[in-house]
């Protein structure tokens, strides 16, 4: 009996030294708003698709790959040597899982990131949802009004 062929989806960083690819679908996808994320992302948040480890296939770049170790917290990051783009993030709570993030795939993965982890953590100064409009002059640009301060509040 011959095995059904497996959809895979490939991931790459900014200058695409590092490739890799997972069967799809994902096991999960989830946006981590943790201080350490947002740091390692140099954003408000990280969005990533987890995927088991026996499902995931490093297609080339090792060399090119570096990684943080975090002892205190039991994470590893790794990033791409030459172009730093963040790669891999894994955990020692979930040895079987590897986490990648979302936008250096350029496919669907098979999961909507559904999730949000660490919400006590979320950046202050990151967009909540609030309406936005046009910035006059500047096609294309979007800002959110400040909110107006109701009666005592200075």
Known sequence: MAKAPVNTSVAQCVCGKVQMEIDVPAVWAWHDHSRASGHAHGSAYATYVGSWRSRFRLLRGA???TR????????????????????????????????????????????????????????????????????????????QRPRKAKRGES
């Open 63 to 65: 060399k090119s790959i």
């Open 68 to 143: 943080y170790e975090d002892a205190k917290a039991r994470t590893i990051r790794s990033f791409c040597a030459h172009c730093g783009t963040p790669v891999l993030y894994e955990r020692a709570r979930a040895p079987k899982m590897v986490n990648i993030p979302r936008a250096l795939f350029a496919a669907r993965t098979g999961r909507e990131p559904r999730y949000h982890l660490n919400l006590t953590e979320q950046a202050e100064w990151a967009y909540d949802g609030g309406r936005l409009g046009p910035l006059k002059g500047y096609p294309g640009v979007l800002f």
